[in-house]
């Protein structure tokens, strides 16, 4: 059974850091993509950052780059999202998720990922 269970979450003063794990299993992702999307009370999902697991290319949101670093442990199989620089918006329930992909290309529409976990809450206070 392939699984996604993220941690790290928490509440945090803006400026502040967060690192978020998302232990993967159930399956090698040597050909997926892994991505890490987030969602905020009355707004839709919207991507965040995704990484091509076998290549490691990566792939931000504009709203996040020179903040937000996607990586991986190959040995653990865990996604990380190193968070610097967090801001009020940037409160949301951050989730993995997972999709086959033969091509490095790194998708932004939710609908695309067919594996998802559960969430971790992100609070910024200002």
């Known amino acids: 059974q392939v699984q996604l269970v993220e941690s790290g979450g928490g509440l945090v003063q803006a400026g502040g850091s967060l690192r978020l794990s998302c232990a993967a299993s159930g399956r090698t992702f040597s050909s997926y993509v892994l991505g890490w999307f987030r969602q905020a009370p009355g707004k839709e999902r919207e991507f965040v950052a995704g990484l091509y697991w076998s290549g490691g290319n990566t792939k931000y949101a504009d709203s996040v780059k020179g903040r937000f670093t996607i990586s991986r442990d190959n040995a653990k199989t865990t996604l990380y999202l190193q968070m610097n620089g967090l801001k009020p918006e940037d409160t949301a329930v951050y989730h993995c998720?997972?999709?086959?992909?033969?091509?490095?290309?790194?998708?932004?529409?939710?609908?695309?990922?067919?594996?998802w976990g559960q969430g971790t809450q992100v609070t910024v206070s200002s």
């Open positions: 998720a997972a999709g086959w992909s033969p091509v490095q290309r790194i998708a932004t529409m939710p609908n695309w990922y067919d594996i």
